[in-house]
């Protein structure tokens, strides 16, 4: 797996590189100093991640600041970042990945119950209440629901035409080991300092969505996705096309873990539709075109419909037979 400065490096190189220049800075600056990475490897493996550190060092007070300035405040105030790290974790709720489930979920005929997996605050549970920009290869497809949306969520759709319909849900839930309340003032400052330096956009959609949420207040669930499943999806109606979906989730779980729930969503008979990386769920890999762009996988009941951006930036449709 490699040392703690070889992840950070390639986390770097990987996920900072073009997206945030503090965060690589940061990343390459941590990889290459023995002192910040003895405090680091100090902390439960599953809290060393660069995207919680970096976090918890906001929430703790290090200066945004290139890393040669920030350092001296990295090792000052250690023991509350090592504090903040212990008790939070990574549950960023990217709103914008709404723009790449809803040409998939706008296909779905009649009610639809929704629920995600690693629903965090719940943001993404209302796909229906949003606007959306679809930028096309004939110009600017928009989308909007009936009631006026201060949410407006834009993508690059390549392949498909824009979806012309938003989806009619009627039941949402979610599942979260931890999930947030955005109407509690320290739950969304954590979501905000979760959202990277120089995403301004991002912080925006966070804000706008927060605000719907906490209007509708989800059903969120508190628990093991394996172990919370059955219970929850029992809840849903049973004259509602069940849709289960989840982004960046599987891959923090054991493989074991991951064909679990696999055999949990095809056995409840639900529309899957998964957004991960390319090597996260061994049967959507195994069709991926040798090529295809880098990004993670839109995938609808184990077939890889689109490559699409982590942030929701893109859905680029894959031509799989």
Known sequence: MGTTGEKYSAWAEVEARGVSDLYFDWATGVAADEEILELVDGLPAAKRQPNLVFASARMAGVPLAPYREARSEFVARWDSIRGVALTHATQTNEVRRCAVLVPELAKIPGPIALLEVGASAGLCLYPDKYAYRFTTESGVDE???????????????????????????????????????????????????????????????????????????????????????????????????????????????????????????????????????????????????ANADNGTVLAVNGTPVAIVGPHGQFFHALDVP
Do not use: C, M
């Open 143 to 289: 989308l909007a629901p009936e009631s006026r949306s201060d949410v407006v969520l834009e993508t690059e759709l390549r392949g498909p035409s824009a979806p012309t319909r938003l989806p009619e849900i009627v039941w949402r839930a979610g599942i979260d080991l931890n999930p947030l309340d955005v109407a509690d003032p320290a739950s969304r400052e954590w979501l905000e300092t979760l959202v990277w330096p120089e995403h301004d956009e991002r912080r925006r959609h966070l804000h706008a969505a927060a605000s719907v949420v906490a209007e509708e207040r989800p059903l969120l669930v508190a628990g093991d996705l394996n172990e919370a499943f059955e219970e929850v999806v029992a809840q849903a109606p049973a004259d509602a096309t069940l849709v289960v979906f989840h982004s960046a989730v599987l891959v923090y779980l054991s493989p074991e873990a991951r064909e679990s729930f696999v055999g949990k969503v095809r056995a409840s008979g639900a529309v899957w539709i998964s957004n991960e990386g390319k090597s996260v769920v061994p049967e959507v890999a195994t069709q991926l075109p």
